[in-house]
């Protein structure tokens, strides 16, 4: 059986020096699929997902994306190498325009990235009416589609949100989650923490519920939505 696209495996470490937060945990997406991440707060969702992109120091455990073992390299080697990475906050350079911002993405390209550009526009047409707008003066929603719209610049491999839809209305919840439903269907793989499990859940292709940092439960979006445990646990019932 071949390994998934990404997976970070048997994961144990935490910020510098402190504590342990991830007690082997381990994440994967196939590509094409969307893998969520949920559970309580504190759970260490935010920690896998960061120790997968190489901000946290690991003392067990591996990370390998497309069959290569990439767990020492840095970050922005890991970019590189083919992650896109929105994190939950300063994730947008307000004081320049939603152009500059894309522009930003694309700082480790060479080729013409203006095709690219066009495709982030086309995903989502208000960054276009608003690409001369400083980001900084745009609503919860559209700063997103702008964090994503930059990561999607690097043309990556795979694609990790951190908590895409915090702060944002339902309505604009439900768009964002049709974006990210279209960049999975373009094949490539997304991992995403995301806080309002339940609809996370509906759209997933894969779920991994954390709890104080290890894999409590793990299935299809829909088996754990179907679970009476998780349910009752983590999705109020």
């Given at each position: ?31 094409g ?8 707060n ?36 890991r ?16 004081s ?5 911002n ?7 390209r ?16 208000i ?12 609503s919860?929603?559209?700063?997103q589609?702008?964090?994503?719209g ?20 339902p309505?604009?919840?439900?768009e964002l ?6 960049v ?13 499990a ?21 299935g299809s ?17």
């Amino acid at each position: 059986m071949s390994e998934p696209y990404l997976i970070g495996e048997n994961m144990t470490g935490g910020y510098g020096s402190g504590a342990d937060i991830l007690h082997g945990c381990t994440l994967s997406v196939e590509k094409g699929e969307i893998a969520v991440i949920v559970g309580p707060n504190g759970a260490g969702k935010s920690t896998a997902m960061k120790a997968v992109f190489g901000m946290l120091n690991l003392r067990e455990g591996s990370v390998r994306l497309d069959g290569h073992d990439i767990t020492a390299l840095t970050p922005q080697e890991r970019v590189v190498a083919g992650m896109g990475f929105v994190p939950q906050t300063h994730n947008i350079f307000t004081s320049m325009t939603v152009e500059e911002n894309l522009e930003m993405g694309a700082f480790i390209r060479t080729d013409d990235f203006r095709d690219t550009m066009e495709q982030v526009y086309d995903l989502f047409p208000i960054l276009r009416d608003k690409r001369n707008q400083a980001a900084g003066e745009l609503s919860g929603g559209q700063r997103q589609q702008v964090a994503v719209g930059r990561a999607l610049m690097t043309k990556p491999k795979v694609l990790m949100l951190d908590e895409p839809t915090a702060g944002v209305s339902p309505i604009v919840m439900d768009e964002l989650f049709d974006r990210i439903i279209e960049v999975s269907r373009s094949g490539i793989p997304i991992l995403m923490v995301e806080q309002n499990a339940r609809q996370a859940l509906e759209i997933a292709d894969k779920g991994y519920v954390l709890v104080q940092g290890s894999n409590a439960f793990t299935g299809s979006g829909k088996d754990l939505l179907a679970d009476p445990e998780v349910r009752k646990s983590f999705l109020g019932g």
